[in-house]
């Protein structure tokens, strides 16, 4: 059952890889907040689209 | 700091967005036609490329790789951009990315129908496609990372992590799975064989569910949610765990398709563990999405945009729940090769792919045409019948998938199959077909209502073709404006993942050839390589898409070796490139359909004529008519060079045999024939019909072999 052997290679490379991702995701700081992402993410330039079905809220 | 001018394109977004509603009303129809072939067997009216087993591939590719793909394309090129404060980082590459794409499309249109097809399910395309689709995604790769790269945020949105992810294993899976070995422009053996193709393909099978149908909804999810309700995530930390926990144990899934098959008990133990497992990311997601709707289900209760949210989410939760039930051996010993199944299949398809996609469509028109939605009422409209279609489509599944396993199971009191005819329990379950095309109806009505009320939505606005935003540079990248290698190494993530394809590509290059073709020596002595005119028949099965409704593999249950003979052992398939166990029995198994003395065998004269017409003989069989394969001639002209590929694959054929593989084909042939004609039909040597039966009597007999003979001299 080699094939089993090669998928394992290849799922440990992978997620080696994610790891290694993981890793510098986490050490360069990109995880230090883990709150304002997700507000931050609802703001966007709103001015150039006024009339909306329902107009997202500007910052108040 | 000062503020840096740049504008989205708005274009593209709309592009992929048409895109996604033409391909998927088109893959619902093909889905909708095959649903009724199933009750009417003979509307395909004997035409060729209508028929059920060419035509199913093309509804999943369609829905899956046209609808959604195009789908999770609108997504990520709406929100990537705006998450991450830059235009996507090519125009040209997102329009080399879009035209190829379709142009993929197009081109499994026009092939799969006509039967040029590898014959692995969700694998279907032929090379030079597979080829563009790697070539493709890689554009699309490069366009996604390189904006990554160009952000002007420091953080990565979660939604960007699923949408690196996702292109990232597909990459990966798609190559790693594809690797055959071309015979002519449209014709192809996979590399591996027997179990071992099937474990490549189901481990690519279940991650492209994984990687394909979930982790870039994911992203979208977690970009379309809080905007359409204007709340963050409920909560972000619980998104970032979601994310890492899923891609990690994603990956090693994949074994739960092959449960009691062939594979090694340790192989489908790891693959139980994983799946039950991801229970957990799963439903952490799901209700992390509902969540996020908290306090907000007064808006949930006005806005189709955020109830079609809802019903997508909760039908997550519902399959990523019943994914890993449906990975436990003693459920999936009921669940496995029935209806089941595909109801599974179209909860996470209907409810998660399709309403997801549906709400965001509802709620980029108006964006995108600065204009309010034509009207809410239709929109609400759609929900309905969205929601009731996907139940009456899914429903009466569960209902014929438990029905038909348990009469496939029931003995009598006296130890014989309480129903040893295949055919009652078909005509078990076709009433529940029938109120699946009915759901189904239900569904494409929806889809089509709303079409109009989009398009009138588009009529009633303008077109935003850009929008201007603006935000400051961030700090760490205005220094690492100058070229080359330096760029890459200021930049971990894009020069990762360079690395792990290079060497994922090297290493599959070197190594995967060499070590598939030494591990595909037989280990039962009996089993030899299919003889010229089975090959030929072999290739008119995969053709037609026989895998589509009957499997090949035999589990070990008492129920199983009752009915069909013997259960199949692994050193049985070492020749099968590709594998056919297939994964659904709308008919029989035909593992053994060859074995003389087993329960299912018949004469030839039985198959051409169940072929030309299952109904004279099985009168309320569902299987189609195929007409074609008695008039066609058989074209063999390819045969020495498909000899030679499999020898190349490591198939023992004798040194030599190539040349000697017409005389062979044709000898055969005229025996098979003669007998034919013996029985008063008249049919000459060479058509379609005599090879696939030739193939067909040979189905499980090798290991009954009990002369010791051979085709071949070799041994």
Redesign the interface.
């Known amino acids: 059952?080699?094939?089993?052997l090669?998928?394992i290679?290849?799922?440990i490379?992978?997620?080696a890889?994610?790891l290694?991702?993981?890793i510098?995701?986490v050490k360069?700081?990109?995880?230090d907040?883990?709150?304002s992402?997700?507000?931050?993410?609802?703001f966007?330039?709103e001015e150039?689209?006024p009339?909306?079905?329902?107009p997202?809220?500007k910052k108040s | 700091m000062e503020l840096q001018k740049f504008t989205y394109d708005n274009k593209i977004t709309r592009l992929f967005m048409n895109a996604t509603i033409l391909w998927g009303i088109v893959g619902m129809l093909v889905g909708l036609t095959i649903a009724l072939e199933l009750v009417f067997p003979l509307m395909s009216g004997g035409i060729s490329w209508l028929s059920f087993g060419r035509l199913r591939p093309l509804h999943t590719n369609a829905v899956i790789f046209a609808f959604v793909g195009n789908g999770l394309f609108t997504g990520i090129y709406y929100s990537a951009p705006r998450l991450l404060k830059t235009p996507m980082f090519s125009e040209l590459l997102g329009k080399i990315h879009f035209w190829g794409w379709q142009l993929i499309i197009v081109a499994a249109a026009l092939t799969l129908p006509f039967g040029f097809t590898v014959g692995k399910e969700y694998a279907e395309l032929e090379w030079p496609i597979d080829i563009a689709i790697a070539l493709i995604w890689v554009v699309f790769g490069i366009n996604l990372i390189m904006t990554t790269v160009k952000r002007r945020t420091k953080h990565i949105y979660v939604a960007i992590w699923f949408y690196i992810a996702t292109f990232v294993t597909v990459a990966v899976l798609h190559i790693v799975n594809s690797i055959n070995i071309p015979v002519s422009l449209l014709k192809s053996y996979p590399i591996y064989a027997g179990v071992q193709d099937a474990l490549v393909q189901w481990w690519y099978g279940h991650n492209a569910v994984a990687f394909f149908l979930t982790t870039p909804y994911l992203g979208m999810m977690y970009y379309f949610i809080p905007k359409a309700a204007n709340r963050p995530v409920y909560s972000y930390k619980l998104s970032i765990i979601h994310f890492w926990a899923l891609i990690f144990l994603y990956i090693w899934a994949g074994p739960h398709h092959l449960l009691y098959t062939a594979l090694p008990d340790w192989a489908q133990a790891l693959g139980v563990v994983f799946s039950v497992m991801l229970i957990a990311p799963s439903w952490g997601g799901m209700i992390n999405g509902l969540l996020t709707l908290r306090g907000a289900w007064d808006k949930v209760r006005e806005s189709p945009v955020l109830k079609m949210f809802v019903v997508a989410v909760t039908a997550y939760g519902m399959s990523t729940f019943e994914g890993p039930l449906l990975s436990l051996k003693s459920v999936n010993a009921i669940s496995h090769f029935t209806d089941w199944t595909i109801a599974h299949v179209h909860i996470g398809a209907l409810g998660w792919n399709g309403m997801m996609t549906f709400g965001m469509l509802y709620w980029l028109f108006p964006r995108i045409y600065k204009t309010q939605l034509f009207s809410t009422k239709l929109a609400n409209i759609h929900f309905w019948l969205a929601t009731t279609g996907m139940l009456f489509f899914a429903i009466p599944l569960y209902f014929a998938g438990f029905a038909q396993s348990l009469m496939w199971k029931e003995f009598t009191a006296d130890g014989y199959l309480k129903y040893p005819n295949f055919i009652e329990t078909v005509t078990q379950v076709i009433p529940m077909y029938g109120i699946r095309i009915l759901g189904g109806t239900l569904y494409i009505t929806g889809v089509i209502i709303m079409i109009f009320n989009l398009i009138k939505t588009a009529n009633a606005g303008t077109f935003v073709a850009t929008e201007d935003d603006e935000a400051p540079a961030l700090e760490s990248h205005a220094s690492v404006i100058d070229k080359g290698h330096r760029t890459l190494e200021g930049k971990p993530l894009l020069f990762t993942l360079l690395a792990l394809a290079a060497i994922l590509i090297g290493g599959i290059i070197e190594f995967v050839p060499m070590f598939m073709v030494k591990s595909n020596i037989p280990t039962i002595s009996s089993v030899k390589p299919y003889t010229p005119l089975e090959l030929e028949g072999r290739d008119i099965y995969i053709r037609e898409g026989c895998y589509n409704c009957h499997s090949q593999m035999i589990r070990p249950f008492r129920s199983e070796v009752e009915r069909y003979g013997d259960y199949t052992k692994a050193g049985e398939t070492v020749y099968d490139h590709p594998f056919q166990f297939g994964s659904k029995r709308t008919g029989p198994d035909l593992a053994r359909e060859g074995v003389k003395t087993g329960p299912l065998y018949k004469p030839n004269s039985w198959h051409y004529n169940h072929f030309f017409s299952p109904q004279k003989l099985v009168a309320e069989s569902i299987m189609p008519p195929f007409p074609w394969l008695i008039a066609n001639e058989l074209d063999y002209s390819k045969i020495s060079k498909k000899i030679s590929v499999m020898q190349t694959l490591g198939v023992p054929y004798p040194e030599g045999y190539a040349n000697q593989a017409k005389d062979e084909l044709l000898k055969q042939a005229n025996e098979i024939a003669q007998g034919l004609r013996n029985e008063g039909i008249d049919v000459t040597d060479t058509k379609e019909v005599i090879a696939l039966i030739a193939y067909i009597q040979r189905l499980g007999t090798d290991i009954h072999r009990t002369d010791g003979s051979s085709a071949f001299t070799n041994k």
């Open positions: 059952m080699s094939a089993i090669f998928l290679v290849i799922g490379i992978v997620a890889g994610f290694l991702i993981f510098w995701a360069s700081g990109q995880y907040d883990s709150y992402p997700s507000v931050r993410m609802l966007d330039n150039s689209i009339d909306k079905e329902e997202l809220k």
